[in-house]
């Protein structure tokens, strides 16, 4: 049993060898380079390869129109905020102190593994191969939640980069590509559907607000929603869906900010079926 866990990388390690922080070091870097790179590049170019239909990630996004389909700018600003923010959690990769290094070091398997999943996902996209990018949705989603259980009592510069805003986003994208592989995404029942599944955004953030008091998830999931309700009100005023999903927008900001308000000011939070962490340095979301 030992031996499996020696050569599992998604195996908790509280105290990682001087060696397995240098591979993470590494992988970290070329893995982030690249999900950056391909995102950036695939967001307004299409591809030159293949047979199918080739198209950037938003002329997918207007082609394709769905009850999710976002809104660029949003999305952008969004992602761009977390590639920025994700340099300060490798930063933590480089740290002096041996507790937010080693602490780092603990995600580090999950983070790698989102940053070649994503890079994949947008491969496909672009590409029109909607079935295979949803199954690497899929699969990251089993990826990000297993590390977001195991590993929430880290500092929020690591938690929101490298853990709940990517898993915000792949919860939200298993709709939003799972809409566009629908043959007719604007029909009627298609539609009928997207105003129910999504009011699974907003029952997904209270489940980490409430169990987990984690308002960098209610944050992340309230600016997607934000980008579903400006796409869906700038293609059809005349709909539900954008009132849906700015109403889940302001419920998941509102909770957010007041959870987080309350941890800022020290003021305790009792949830039912919460207990108080019995260490401040760890717990989920506190300024280090």
């Known amino acids: 049993m030992d031996s499996i866990q020696s050569i599992n990388p998604f195996s ?12 993470y070091r590494v992988l970290t870097i070329l893995s982030w380079v690249l999900s950056v790179i391909t995102s950036i590049y695939y967001a307004h170019e299409s591809p030159h390869d293949g047979k199918y239909a080739r198209r950037s990630i938003w002329d997918q996004n207007r082609v394709y129109h769905s009850a999710f389909s976002m809104n660029s700018v949003i999305t952008s600003l969004y992602f761009l905020v977390l590639f920025i923010v994700q340099l300060v959690y490798v930063g933590h990769l480089f740290s002096p102190d041996e507790t937010k290094r080693n602490n780092a070091a603990s995600v580090g398997s999950h983070f790698i593994a989102n940053n070649l999943l994503h890079f994949a996902f947008v491969m496909l996209l672009v590409r029109s191969f909607f079935g295979w990018a949803e199954l690497i949705l899929i699969v990251n989603f089993f990826n990000l939640s297993a590390c977001y259980f195991r590993h929430n009592t880290y500092s929020r ?7 709940s805003a990517p898993l915000a986003w792949t919860f939200v994208a298993i709709y939003w590509n799972g809409a566009m592989m629908v043959h007719h995404p604007t029909s009627l029942v298609a539609r009928i559907f997207g105003n129910i599944f999504i009011w699974s955004i907003l029952a997904y953030g209270a489940l980490c607000l409430f169990l987990y008091k984690d308002y960098t998830m209610g944050f992340s999931l309230s600016v997607l929603s934000a980008s579903i309700g400006v796409g869906q009100f700038l293609t059809k005023a005349i709909a539900l869906q954008w009132i849906f999903a700015f109403v889940i927008m302001a419920c998941l900001f509102v909770a957010s900010a007041v959870i987080a308000g309350m941890i800022w000011t020290g003021k305790e939070i009792k949830f039912r079926g919460s207990e108080p962490q019995a260490d401040a340095e760890r717990a989920p979301l506190l300024a280090e």
């Open 12 to 23: 908790r390690r509280e105290n990682p060898s001087p060696g397995c922080v240098t591979a």
């Open 157 to 163: 510069f690591i938690h929101w980069p490298a853990v």
